[in-house]
Structures are given as C-alpha cells and as structure tokens.
C-alpha cells in the first residue's frame, strides 16, 4: 500500500513522505486495514526491524488529531524510552507534543497533562497509575512495545497489570516478537492478531561447526574452524558483526580476541578515529579492557557498562567504525543496532539452576538483528555449535517454533505489590472485588480459572493486615491505612516496607550508615553484590566488627540466608565508602564490580533511602533522627562525607568539584560568596559557565556587582574582562 492511499490526515501522510518512505512494508498494510484506525485493538507480531514503529506512530497520530486525549507509548527500558522520544519528536510538527519519563517513582507528574504522546517505561506508568494523575482519564490509545515481556519472571507482572487496568478504557496496540501464543494474547486484549515473518531483509540462518558452515537450506560453506573466521569473513566483506555469548567477561575475552585479527583490515584513519574514541573513555579497569579492544574496531557491550560509554559504542557501530560487538544477549532486547552478520556463539546460560537452555524466543531475536536495511540484501545469522549436536541446533533454534508466553502475576513478590496497590490505590473494596478484578487478567485467561492466584492473594491480605497496610472492618471491607497507602505510591515491596518499619525502634537509638545500609541492601527491592567464596571470611569479619551497627543478628553459617547476609554486607560496604568519598575507580577495582553496576546499586539505594525517609514520617519521626536521615540521603546521592553536603546543594557540583573548592579553602556558601571569582577559576573543575550558575543560584549577581563594581551592570564575563 503506497502511503499516499493511507486513510489517514494528510499532514501524517506529508511527514512520512519526507521520511523517504513512500510504500508500506506489507504486514504494516495489513496491521492499519485491520480495524486498529478504527479504534480496535490489536496485537501485531512481527519480526524485529519490519516497522512495527511506525506502525505505533500512525496510529497514535491517527487518534490524536482525530479524537485528541493522549497516547502512552510503554517501552522496557529507559534507553528505549530516550530512543522513541526522539523519534516522536518529529511528530511536534503537527503541534503534537511529546514527552518521556522514566524515573522517580513517588509523583504523579502532572506536568505530563499538557504532551500529548508520553513515552514512559511500564514501571515508571505503572507508579503514574497508582498515582492518579488527573490527566490518567485522557489516556485514549497505549501502545505497548515488547509485549512479549509479559512472560518475564521479574517484569511480567507489571505490564499484565496495567493492560488489565486499561483494556476497557482505552484502545490498546501491543507490539510483540514472534511467540507461540500469540492467538491467546490477542483473544485475551479483545485484539486483531497480525503475525508475520515477513522482514525488509532476506534472513539467512545456520549452524557453523568446526569449520563447516550449515545453512539452513542445505547449502554447505566452509570456513577455517575456529568461529572467529566468521566474523573476519565479515569484516574483509566490509560488513560488521554482532557476537553474542553469554557471559561479561567472555563479552570481554572475545572482544580483546577478535579485536588482534580485525585490526589488520582497518585502514590508518580508521584507526586514528578509533584511537581518538578510545581516549574519550574514563578510566576504569572495564574501559581499558574496551580501550583494548577498539584499537582494533571491536567493543563489546554488556550491562557494567556506563551508559556513556554504551552510547559511544552504539554511535560508533552505526557509523561503521567499530566492525564488531561483543554482547550479551541484553543487547538484542529492543536497541535497533543491526549487522549484517550475527554469531550466536552460546545457546546455554547459567542459571540458578545450573546450565539452562537459552529459549528459542531469545535466540531468535537475536538472529533477528541480522541484515541491515538498505545496506545489505541478506542479513545472515550462525549458531555456533561448540558442544552441541549441529542438528540439534538446527532443529531447535532455526527450524523450531518459538515458546509460549506465560502469565508471571503469579510472581509473590510483583503480586504482593499489585495486590496492594488494587487495595489501596485502585478501589477494591473487599475481596469478592479483587477476585473479580483478578478474573480479567491473562492468568485467569490463559488458565481458565483463578483458583491459585486466590490463594496467593489471600496470604497477601493476611500479611498486609498483620502488618498494618490495611485493616479489615466487620463487613469484610477492606480499609486502606497510612503504611499501605504510602508504600504503594513509593512502589516499593511491602515486605522492604515492613523490614524499615521493624527496624525504626532500632536505627532511631543508634542511627548510622553501615546498619542503614545493611537494612537497605536486605529489602527485596535492592540489588545486591555476590560475594565470591575467596571473599566470605572478610566480610564476615568485617561484619562481626561492626555488629553493634547492624540492626539485624548475624545468621549462622548453616543459615539459608547466610549467603544472602555476606552479599549485603559486601553492598553496603561499597555504599559506604561511596559516601566516604573513595573514587569510583578503586570501589571498581576492590570490589571486582563494573561501573554499571555500581550506578544501578547508587540509583535502587538512593530510592531506598528516600523511601525509607518517607515511611519513618509515619511512625512520630524523631526531629534529629529525620535530619540524620536525611543528610545521609544527600551524602548517598552525591557521594560525600559530612562536611560536603552544604556545597554539593550547588548545581553541578558534584563529588569531585565540591571536594576541589573545599580543598582549595571554600568550604562553604559564605567563603565562595566572599571569595574573588578569580580564586574561585583557579579550582579544578571550575569553570565559568559552573560559576555563572553557581553565583545565578545564590542570586549574587547583584551583590558581587556592588562590591566589585558599584557603578556597572554587568555580567560575570565582562566583570573578569
Ligand atoms: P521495529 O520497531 O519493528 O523493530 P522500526 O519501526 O524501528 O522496526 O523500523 C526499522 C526501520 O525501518 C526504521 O529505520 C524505519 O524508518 C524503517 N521503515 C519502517 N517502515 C518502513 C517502510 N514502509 N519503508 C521503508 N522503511 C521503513
């Protein structure tokens, strides 16, 4: 279908024509002739890259301009909600406005009432919902990317719910990878079902084994044995290659590998760019690993990574300066990076259970990275079989159909939180209601029945009244109370809630960092670190030492929660020497963690904390204690010691710079505002656009103008003149 023909306001149509797209993909033709313009729901399964988003986009316009109200746009991550941001931001030329948020769980941001697309991570929507944003009611169509990861242990739940909540208020378009149950999805949301494999690339899979490369069709090429030649072949085609394996440190290994036989096809300015990219990088014992291997146009990428250095990695792969990355299979969820050749060079994992099979689901979306629009004719995507039986492989991954998806509502620690929240935040007045509630879910779909998930549910009300979330009245009501009701809107674990709340009597008597941060580190809610068995002796021992801080005993070596207990000392050692201002660098290297993990334990205790805060309010808070408190979250949020705080109040002064003025003498607001600007330059980090600010924020201008220059208005730069 041409998009002249589109049934849809001309200025949408103008604006995709100037995209240089003039043709619908075919199953984009199918998916908007299915009624989805019309206002019906639907499920559109088709593989990676055939245009699902634009898909989203016409629709969303479709209905925006002409019924108004808004459109939410539910991405997995936070990267991807960046990534659709600034696609849509195109569309603010049809005065739409767009906007994305992704953190800070504990608002309703009303600010969103005025965007009309809002592009928000399940989680952060889900926290929106709880809220009551008054603008909530205007939500007309959700799209919901990935809906595949409604089968995902630890994000499934979210996602159910929130369709759950919306089905009957809103036209609903889910957006999916090919699974086995497609059908059941769209029967459940009441939705059309596209499912295609048509790709705007030809696909072409194998399985490579010792040096013979299998296709799919039977067709046989030969290659030198080890797997690296595929990649090398690539590379000498002038093409590029995504490397999946399933491990960091492999991600690492290969890269630094590939990396030696790749750089003999580089020519020199190549090369220089590469240098100069690499010199762009931090230093951290990660990124002079990555330093390594982009001398020879390869990076791999996985979740330690900061995310500058991932944007810097995906950037310079899209250019075409880097040949190769080495990932983990986190990459192939969602990031539009494609290759023209894709090696998958694990299809088991570790798991809690030992060695696990990589679902068919997973490998196939990696495969489906192969192929670059426009640039090849055929993307070509190669199992390698190491260990494994090649037909077996063949069979499984290139021939077999994808898994099923299945309900994970039934996760106790997502559930207890949606339970909850259906209480406290959602109307359900009595348990009859949250059975019925219940019964619209995909588990009550998929199952026929509600049975277990009642069971689960009726523990959980037990636990909340037990634990003062709610009360119950004579009629069996349900009666929302204060611990409830700010816990659901924190969006945290009602059991980390009930952990604070049994440990206040404690912390108010003896408050201090290292119990603080154990408590956090031992909520469900946080992520914690392993402790490797070379390891255990010394946090043990440090925890014995610090045993009169903890507000917690203990546990026995037998204990099952022994290891568990070793972990959170281990984090909340980490925290503290965040706090106590030791470089990241060393905290990377004692603690063997990469800087991606260190951000993503700072950001979950940073909630922690400000969530811990907000519940001490309820239980007649102690004024020096709340104070205690919440200079501790400050110190958390900035990484300093005590005598920092009042400096790193200032914007953009961060740990480092307010340690620089402090060192340098201005150790605080009243010695900056005394000080000469020219001092003040004088400090690393200080430069003048951050001296502006600063003096901006403290609303000197004025005042520097009358001691320095009494006549002259002025700004800071003519005053340096
Ligand atoms: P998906 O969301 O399915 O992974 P995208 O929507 O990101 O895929 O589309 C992948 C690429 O294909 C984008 O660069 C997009 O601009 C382009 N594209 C989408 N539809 C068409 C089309 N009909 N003709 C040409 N290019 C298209």
């Known amino acids: ?40 729901n639907l499920v559109l399964a088709i593989p990676t890259a055939s245009g699902k988003t634009l898909v989203s986009e016409i629709v969303m316009l479709n209905k925006l301009l002409k019924e108004g109200g808004k459109a939410v746009y539910l991405v997995p991550l936070k990267a991807l909600a960046e990534e659709k941001y600034r696609e849509f931001k195109e569309w603010e030329r049809l ?95 009441n939705a059309e079902l596209i499912v295609s494999d048509w790709r705007p690339v030809e696909l072409r899979k194998g399985i490579f084994h010792l040096g013979t490369l299998f296709w799919e069709d039977g067709k046989i090429d030969r290659y030198p044995e080890n797997w690296y030649s595929l990649v090398v072949d690539a590379v000498k085609r002038g093409k590029g290659a995504l490397v999946f394996v399933n491990t960091r440190r492999s991600a690492e290994k290969e890269a630094i590998a590939l990396s030696k036989l790749v750089s003999g096809y580089l020519t020199k300015p190549e090369k220089r760019a590469l240098e100069n990219l690499a010199s762009q990088l931090e230093r951290n014992p990660t990124s002079e690993k990555l330093k390594k291997a982009l001398k020879g146009g390869v990076a791999f990428h996985h979740a330690g990574l900061s995310r500058v250095e991932r944007t810097l990695i995906e950037d310079a792969f899209r250019e075409g300066l880097v040949k190769v990355i080495t990932a983990t299979p986190t990459l192939s969820a969602g990031l539009n990076l494609p290759a023209f050749r894709v090696v998958i060079r694990d299809t088991k994992r570790y798991s809690n259970f ?159 960092p290292f119990g603080i941060f154990q408590l956090i580190a031992a909520t469900p809610d946080m992520a914690t670190l392993t402790v490797r068995r070379g390891e255990m002796e010394d946090y043990l021992d440090l925890a014995y030492e610090l045993e009169e801080k903890l507000y917690t005993g203990i546990p026995y ?29 060393r905290i990377y290297e004692t603690y063997n963690v990469d800087p991606g993990d260190l951000y993503r334990i700072l950001e979950l205790a940073d909630w922690l904390m400000y969530s811990l805060i907000e519940l001490y309010k309820l239980f007649e808070p102690k004024g020096d204690v709340l104070q205690y408190l919440r200079d ?38 009243e010695a900056i505002l005394t000080a000469k600007p020219r001092d003040l330059l004088q400090v690393e980090g200080i430069g003048l656009k951050i001296l502006e600010d600063i003096y901006k924020h403290l609303g000197v201008e004025h005042t520097l103008e009358v001691k320095e220059k009494p006549k002259k208005k002025g700004n800071l730069y003519d005053y340096l003149k």
């Open 95 to 189: 005065g739409i406005r767009v906007a994305a948020t992704t953190g800070d769980y504990d608002s309703t941001d009303e600010w969103l009432g005025k965007y009309d697309i809002i592009v928000a991570t399940a989680e952060k929507f889900d926290s929106l919902l709880r809220h009551g944003a008054r603008w909530i009611d205007k939500v007309k169509l959700v799209v919901a990317d990935e809906v595949h990861l409604l089968g995902s242990y630890d994000r499934g739940a979210t996602l159910e719910m929130i369709l759950t909540h919306l089905m009957d208020k809103a036209q609903i378009l889910a957006l999916s990878a090919t699974v086995g149950n497609a059908e059941e999805l769209a029967e459940w949301l």
């Open 557 to 585: 070596y037998e204990d099952s929660r022994f290891q568990g207990f070793l972990s959170q000392v281990k984090t909340a050692k980490v925290l503290l020497d965040w706090i106590n201002e030791v470089p990241e660098v």
């Open 632 to 669: 501790l979250h400050l110190r958390l949020r900035h990484g300093v010691r005590e005598e920092l705080l009042e400096l790193v109040k200032l914007p953009n002064i961060g740990r480092k710079r307010a340690r620089a003025l402090y060192n340098a003498g201005f150790r605080n607001v």
């Open 354 to 512: 030992g060695w696990v099979d990589i679902p068919v689901l997973e490998i196939q979306q990696m495969m489906g990275r192969a192929g670059r629009p426009k640039y090849d004719k055929v993307g070509e995507a190669i199992i390698v079989a190491r260990t494994e039986n090649p037909k077996k492989l063949m069979e499984r991954y290139v021939h077999g159909k994808p898994e099923k998806l299945f309900s994970m509502l039934a996760n106790e620690q997502a559930f207890r939180s949606q339970v909850l929240a259906l209480i406290t935040n959602f109307g359900v007045r009595n348990f009859q209601e949250l059975v019925n509630f219940l019964s619209k879910t995909f588990y009550a779909h998929q199952r026929g029945d509600t049975l277990s998930l009642e069971y689960k549910a009726k523990d959980i009300v037990y636990f909340l009244i037990e634990n003062e979330f709610i009360d119950i009245d004579l009629e069996n009501n349900f009666i929302p109370l204060p611990l409830g009701k700010r816990t659901s809107h924190l969006y945290i674990d009602p059991l980390t809630a009930k952990k604070f709340k049994d440990a206040f009597p404690k912390l108010e008597k003896n408050p201090n």
């Open 1 to 40: 279908m041409k998009i002249s023909e589109l049934p849809v306001d001309g200025r949408i149509k103008k604006v995709i024509l100037e995209r240089g797209i003039e043709e619908l993909y075919p199953p984009q033709a199918e998916a908007l002739k299915s009624g989805v313009l019309e206002g019906k």
